[in-house]
């Protein structure tokens, strides 16, 4: 799942794609932030949560959080590269990391994200980032959350994801230790999970069903890794 840098000749053609397509927002401010140096060579996971038997935070069995992160997911994996990372996906369709012959649901879950973290061990990430959905019993409950681990940077990298969040898209974004996750507190690098929005908010899984907002959340969040290794590169609160 280890996805390289696109050639420049696809990168041209991208940055003509998003800046006469969007036509309003972030997207036109593609150039301004375009130093290809922050991000080469670094090796970033993207991984979108659940997948398979596991379809998360669901709303009538009709919007999933799991095809809704995969979607966003690949969108900031193609801002990401576009940028000169090197961006590994724990996964590009709908499955978990489990075996087949694991049948229960418990015992998938434990192997997959072990594996999660096994496969950012493996590729030697600079960074991860773990995309999820949050869903509350209280439908008026709304915004974003970005979990970061305890190691360093990871606040950082949190609080830049949460500054582009506001920015592109409006929404509160609030950043909160997450080592009760196994996926960051396990985690052998920079980590943050970010939950995008409340599926159980009617005004939010309007906005996560719709695949221009979800641009725009990848968009934030690619800005924020970004900012993240030029304000690391420049000396500033990235390091």
Known sequence: MRRRPRSRLLLFLLLLLLLRGGGEGPFCQ?????????????VIVVDPGHGGVDPGAHYQAKILEKDLVLSMGKMLAAFLEAEGAEVVMTR???????????????????????????????????????????????????GVYAYYSSRAGSRELAVLLAEEIRRTVSRRCFCLSGNQYYVLRENPTVAVLVEVGFISNPQERKLLSDPAYQRKVAWALARGVYRFYAEQSAGGRGK
């Not at 593609?30 to 670094?42: F, I, M, Q, R």
């Not at 087949?100 to 998938?108: M, Q, V, Y």
């Not at 493996?122 to 439908?139: E, G, I, K, M, Q």
């Open 30 to 42: 593609t150039a301004s932030w375009l130093y290809p140096v922050a991000l080469v060579g670094k």
């Open 92 to 142: 590009t369709e709908d499955r978990d990391l489990a075996p087949p012959d694991i049948l229960s649901l418990s015992a998938r879950k434990r192997y997959d994200l072990k594996e999660r973290m096994e496969l950012t061990r493996r590729v030697r990430a600079d960074a991860y980032l773990s995309l999820h959905v949050n869903s509350s019993p209280d439908s008026s409950r709304q």
